[in-house]
């Protein structure tokens, strides 16, 4: 079954704690993402990769720290989380768009609820 | 860059009855794609329906349709025959036609829908 799992999907910590979410993929899509998702903002992107050891910032990435060593996986990393990363983070994934071809949907995990007191 | 607005925060409606959810968005660009996404209490995003923006015909899946206006920037979703499982929040989302930032979708903030049986 295509799917793209996350864990932990429920996340208490502390301000300052080193923490890691895991992405993993099995479509053997080129791009990732990972995304947040605040009340009343929707989803933002927080950063990409289009492939393996090929990352960029999104939208709101102060504060995170990605890495892409394999094709399938693309790890979150809050080195010293603070109290405003408290959301509901989603990764993504998609194959490439080719010039003319369809539109290549998002494939979303199932999200972790990340609480940082 | 791009930005996608939804106006109404919350809707409600009746088992059986049809609502229409507003979505609004702006950008330079001629081509690209438009979603919507469904999210609901699992969390789960969900993709409702996709519309090109190079087709002038509107996009139909089942009990959900879209109002595309190009001219306008407007892209309304209807749902028909509203059940208790069309309960969510729903998002309005844009990509660029060849995808940047590993096809990164620009989301708006939200609408919840309730379903009164």
């Known amino acids: 079954e295509a799917q793209v799992t996350q864990n932990p999907r429920y996340l208490i910590t502390v301000t300052g704690k080193k923490l890691t979410v895991t992405c993993s993929q099995n479509?053997?899509?080129?791009?990732m993402s990972w995304y947040r998702q605040d009340p009343g903002l929707g989803l933002r992107q927080i950063y990409y990769s289009m492939n393996v050891e090929v990352t960029d910032k999104g939208d709101v990435p102060e504060g995170y720290k990605v890495s892409r060593k394999e094709k399938r996986n693309f790890p979150l990393i809050l080195e010293s989380p603070s109290p405003n990363q408290t959301s509901l983070y989603f990764c993504?994934?998609?194959?490439?768009?080719?010039?003319?071809?369809?539109?290549?949907?998002?494939?979303f995990g199932p999200g972790t609820r990340l609480t940082v007191t | 860059a791009q930005t996608v607005t939804q106006s109404q925060p919350e809707m409600s409606v009746q088992e059986a009855e049809t609502v229409t959810l507003s979505c609004t968005y702006d950008?330079?660009?001629?081509?690209?794609?438009l979603f919507w996404y469904k999210q609901p209490p699992s969390r789960q995003m969900i993709l409702v329906i996709r519309?090109?923006?190079?087709?002038?015909q509107n996009a139909t899946e089942n009990r959900f349709s879209v109002n595309f206006q190009k001219a306008a920037k407007s892209f309304s979703l209807k749902i028909s025959d509203s059940q208790l499982g069309d309960a969510a929040m729903y998002f309005c989302?844009?990509?660029?036609?060849?995808?940047?930032?590993?096809?990164?979708?620009?989301f708006g903030g939200g609408t919840r829908l309730m379903v009164k049986p």
């Open positions: 479509m053997n899509h080129e791009y």
């Open positions: 519309q090109e923006a190079y087709k002038q």
């Open positions: 950008t330079s660009e001629s081509d690209y794609y």
């Open positions: 993504a994934s998609s194959g490439r768009v080719q010039a003319g071809g369809s539109s290549y949907e998002q494939y």
């Open positions: 989302a844009y990509r660029r036609e060849y995808g940047n930032a590993g096809n990164m979708l620009t």
